[in-house]
C-alpha cells in the first residue's frame, strides 16, 4: 500500500492549487486526475478574472498560490474591467492560450518534490475511528493517507446533454466519474444535481471579422501575479458583436426542443450566466443580447462565442448562428452542450472547508456548488493549506468576510449555502472598499508567510510596498503648498478652482481628475513612486472617509465574530431559540455569534437569546 500524507482527487483548478499548496508546506503529497490530459483544463471559456474573480486570483497569488503567475506567462489579450467605476470593483480579467496554459500549469506540478501525479478514479473512500485513512482506485489500487482533499469539479456522474441526445461523459468529451458520488453517499454525504454549460466553439477562417467590432486589450498590461515584473504584452484581439431578432426567432421556434424546457434537464443552472435560449425567453424585451469571440489559443483555430451557451439540437444551434453579423459562414469545430453533474451540499462543510464529522476529509471547487475557474481556485488553496495544518496538528486558517474575498466565498458556502451555482462578484462582499484587488498583497502576504506559502522575498516586497505608501501619505499630509501665482496656475491647468490660502498636499489628491503623478510640477518634496504604490497613495487619500467608515464597521463584525460560541452543544435545551434556530444551530455548530447569525432561519431574535446566553453562562461560576 502507498502512503501520503495528503491526496488530493481531482486535478483541476482546485485540486492544482491543492495539491501545490500541500506540497510547498512540506508534506508528501498525492494529486490523482481521471485523465493527465485534462490538468488544469479549462472546458469553458479560456480565461481568468472578471468581475469579483479577480480579486480572488490576487488573493489565491498573494497567498501563494500559482493561478496568477500561471495566467501571467500564457495570456493572449488582458483588460481591467469596471475602470469607469471606483477601485472597489475594478477587477482584471485576461484571455489564456488554453494549451498554453495547461503546460504551464503542468510544469509547476511536476517540479515540485513532494508531489506525484497519477492517473486514476477514485472508487472508495477509507475510514477508521471518525477519521479518513485513505482510499482505493477503481484499479484495485489502496493509497493510504492522512487527510484527502476532494476536487470532483464538475465529472461526478455527469452527462453531457445537445438536444435530444444525452450521455454520460465529462466536459469535452472526457470521462465521467462514476463511482466517487456512491463513494460520498455511502459516507452519509448529501449531493444534489447542478448543472453547466459551455457555448459552441467555431473556427476561425470561417469568421467575418469586418463585421465585428474589435475589442483592444490595455496598455500598459496589469499583471495578476504581485511577483510579475517586466512589460506584458497583448497578443491578440477579442471583437463584439449581437444576436438579432431572426437569432431569436429561431430559437422561439424550436423551444419545446430545448431540454432545460423539455424536462430534459433536472439539474439547476447558474442564474448568472443563463443559457441563450433562456435569455430569450426570461428577457422578451431584448432585441439583442452582446456576444464576445475570443480565440482559445494562438496555436488553435478555435474560437469561443461568450453569451451563447446553449444546449439546443445542432441543427437549431447552427441555424442560429449563421444569423448573427460575423458569424454567417461560421463553421463549427464543437457543439455547445449542458453537463449536469452531482456536488455537495457546502452547508455540510466547516469554514476550513474540512466535512463536519468526519475528520481529515476536505472539499473544493464546484463540487462545493461554486462556478467558475477562480471561485475553484480560492478554495483549492485554502482546503490545501487547512489540510496540510491538520497532519501538522496545527490550528486550521480561517478568512474572515473582512480579510479576503475568500473568506466571504467560504462563508456563504458554509454559512448560507447556495441554491444554485455559487458565483462571486462584488456585491457578494459588505467590505469592498477594504478588500480590493491592488491590496490583495497587503491583506494576505503575511499569512501566506506564516504557513510556508509566501517566500521571505515576496513577504519583503510586499513590506516594502507598505512602507513605501505609508510614508509618502506622511509626507503629504504634513505638505503645505503656500499660494502664489505657481499654484493658481497649476491648478487652473488642472481644471481646479484656485484656493484663498496654503493648501495640504494630501487634500489636493483628495480633488477629483488629480492623482499622485499630477504633483510633480508643484510639489517640491515630489519623488516618482512605482506604479504599486503610487495606486495606494492615490485610493488611501481620495477613499480615506469611506475607507475609515468600513474599519469602523468591521469593528464592529469582528466583535461578533469574537464572540465564541461552544462546540458540540446541544442547542435544543435552550428553550428560547425558535424550532428552527435550535435545529439549524444544532446541524451548523458555528464558531461564533456572528456566524450564527448569518445561518438562514436564525433570526435576530434568536441572536438575542444567545447573547443574553451567552453573558450569563461567562459569569456562571466556574466558567
Not at 37 to 58: E, F, Q, W, Y
Not at 415 to 428: C, F, H, I
Not at 474 to 497: C, I, V, Y
Request: contains cysteine; charged residues 25%.
Amino acid at each position: 500500500m502507498d502512503r501520503f500524507d495528503i491526496a488530493v482527487i481531482g486535478a483541476g483548478h482546485a485540486g492544482c492549487e491543492a495539491a501545490l499548496a500541500c506540497a510547498r508546506m512540506g508534506l508528501r503529497t498525492l494529486l490523482l486526475t481521471l485523465n493527465l490530459d485534462a490538468v488544469a483544463l479549462m472546458p469553458c471559456n479560456p480565461s481568468i478574472g472578471g468581475t469579483g474573480k479577480g480579486h480572488l486570483v490576487r488573493e489565491v497569488d498573494a497567498l501563494g498560490g500559482e493561478m496568477g503567475r500561471a495566467i501571467d506567462d500564457t495570456f493572449i489579450q488582458s483588460r481591467m474591467l469596471n475602470t469607469g467605476k471606483g477601485p472597489a470593483v475594478h477587477s482584471l480579467r485576461a484571455q489564456a492560450d488554453k494549451r498554453a496554459y495547461q503546460q504551464r500549469m503542468l510544469s509547476a506540478l511536476f517540479s515540485e518534490p513532494n508531489l506525484e501525479i497519477r492517473q486514476g478514479e477514485c472508487g472508495r473512500i477509507l475510514c477508521e475511528g471518525g477519521c479518513v485513512t485513505g482510499f482505493c482506485t477503481t484499479t484495485g489500487a489502496r493509497i493510504a493517507c492522512r487527510a484527502l482533499i476532494v476536487c470532483a469539479g464538475v465529472y461526478m456522474d455527469s452527462r453531457i446533454i445537445i438536444g435530444e441526445c444525452a450521455w454520460q461523459g465529462g466536459p469535452q468529451g472526457l470521462l465521467a466519474s462514476c463511482h466517487l458520488a456512491d463513494a460520498l453517499r455511502e459516507l452519509g454525504i448529501s449531493l444534489r444535481r447542478f448543472k453547466t454549460g459551455t457555448p459552441p466553439r467555431v473556427e476561425e477562417s470561417s469568421l467575418d471579422f469586418d463585421e465585428m467590432e474589435p475589442q483592444e486589450g490595455d496598455h500598459p498590461v496589469t499583471p495578476f501575479s504581485f511577483l510579475t515584473d517586466g512589460l506584458l504584452q497583448n497578443r491578440a484581439r477579442c471583437y463584439l458583436t449581437y444576436t438579432n431578432e431572426q437569432t431569436h426567432r429561431i430559437i422561439r421556434e424550436n423551444i419545446h426542443r430545448a431540454p432545460m424546457y423539455a424536462g430534459a434537464i433536472h439539474g439547476t443552472g447558474a442564474r448568472y450566466c443563463p443559457s441563450i435560449e433562456d435569455k430569450i425567453m426570461r428577457f422578451a424585451d431584448k432585441d439583442r443580447h452582446q456576444l464576445f469571440l475570443e480565440p482559445e489559443g494562438l496555436s488553435t483555430p478555435e474560437w469561443y462565442v461568450q453569451g451563447l451557451s446553449t444546449s439546443m439540437p445542432e441543427d437549431v444551434q447552427l441555424a442560429m448562428l449563421h444569423t448573427i453579423p460575423g458569424l454567417r459562414g461560421a463553421r463549427v469545430l464543437r457543439l455547445a452542450y449542458a453537463i449536469e453533474y452531482e456536488c455537495l451540499d457546502p452547508l455540510q462543510l466547516r469554514a476550513d472547508l474540512a466535512l463536519r464529522g468526519l475528520r481529515g476529509l476536505y472539499f473544493a471547487g464546484q463540487v462545493n456548488g461554486t462556478s467558475g475557474y477562480e471561485e475553484a481556485a480560492a478554495q483549492g488553496i485554502l482546503a490545501g493549506i487547512n489540510a496540510a495544518r491538520h497532519v501538522q496538528g496545527k490550528s486550521p486558517v480561517i478568512l474572515g468576510r473582512d480579510q479576503a474575498y475568500i473568506g466571504v466565498l467560504v462563508d456563504d458556502l458554509t454559512t448560507k449555502g447556495t441554491n444554485e451555482p455559487y458565483r462571486m462578484m462584488t456585491s457578494r462582499c459588505e467590505y469592498r472598499l477594504l478588500l480590493r484587488q491592488d491590496n490583495a498583497d497587503l491583506r494576505l502576504t503575511e499569512i501566506g508567510h506564516a504557513v510556508g506559502l509566501a517566500s521571505d522575498a515576496r513577504l519583503a516586497r510586499m513590506r516594502e510596498k507598505k512602507q513605501a505608501a505609508q510614508d509618502a501619505i506622511a509626507r503629504l499630509k504634513r505638505t503645505w503648498l503656500p499660494k502664489s501665482p505657481e499654484l493658481d496656475a497649476w491648478m487652473e491647468a488642472h481644471g481646479q478652482a484656485a484656493p484663498s490660502a496654503s493648501v495640504c498636499a494630501a487634500d489636493l489628491l483628495r480633488r477629483p481628475g488629480l492623482s499622485y503623478d499630477d504633483l510633480a510640477g508643484v510639489d517640491p518634496g515630489y519623488v516618482p513612486l512605482p506604479l504599486p504604490v503610487r495606486e495606494q497613495v492615490d485610493i488611501a487619500l481620495r477613499y480615506e472617509g469611506y475607507i475609515d467608515k468600513e474599519r469602523r464597521q468591521v469593528e464592529a463584525f469582528r466583535k461578533a465574530e469574537d464572540q465564541l460560541l461552544p462546540q458540540g452543544f446541544d442547542y435544543h435545551t435552550l428553550s428560547g431559540l425558535r424550532i428552527e434556530a435550535r435545529q439549524k444551530l444544532s446541524a451548523h455548530q458555528p464558531r461564533s455569534l456572528g456566524e450564527a447569525g448569518r445561518i438562514s432561519g436564525v433570526s435576530p431574535g434568536d441572536i438575542a437569546v444567545l447573547m443574553v446566553w451567552l453573558a450569563r453562562r461567562e459569569q456562571a461560576p466556574g466558567s
